[in-house]
């Protein structure tokens, strides 16, 4: 035989590793988006709360842009995994098995 085996049960669990991780940042996520909305309007009314409010709309879109990249990344990673495991799974049946 010439090329390489894959073990592709291994593919599966780790997609599922990241699968899981999305889930928890997703949940990250919402909690603190609430925790923003919630505590928004209590940064004090004093010169550093007022500079903070000020800046506060830069920082929550800096954050969340991040995250929705984190988010976004975790799910390319284990939709690739999964793709890999069925690409080997495929090519390891028999031509007449295909599809």
Same mark, same amino acid.
């Given at each position: 035989?010439?090329?390489? %085996? ?6 599966? !669990?780790?997609?599922?590793? %990241?699968?899981? +991780? ?20 209590? !940064? ?6 007022? $500079? ?7 920082? $929550?879109r800096g954050i969340f842009?991040? +995250? ?12 690739? +995994?999964?793709?890999?495991? #069925?690409?080997? $799974? #495929? ?6 098995? #295909?599809?």
């Open positions: 035989m010439s090329g390489f %085996y894959v073990e592709r049960q291994p593919l599966h !669990l780790q997609a599922r590793v %990241y699968d899981e +991780l999305e889930r928890n940042a997703r949940e990250a996520k919402a909690d603190l988006r609430a925790a923003f909305d919630r505590d928004r309007n209590t !940064l004090g009314n004093d010169e550093y709360g007022a $500079e903070l409010a000020k800046n506060m709309p830069d920082i $929550e842009d991040a +995250l929705k990249t984190h988010i976004e990344e975790l799910e390319r990673v284990a939709s690739g +995994l999964n793709v890999s495991a #069925r690409n080997y $799974e #495929r090519a390891d049946r028999p031509s007449d098995k #295909r599809n």
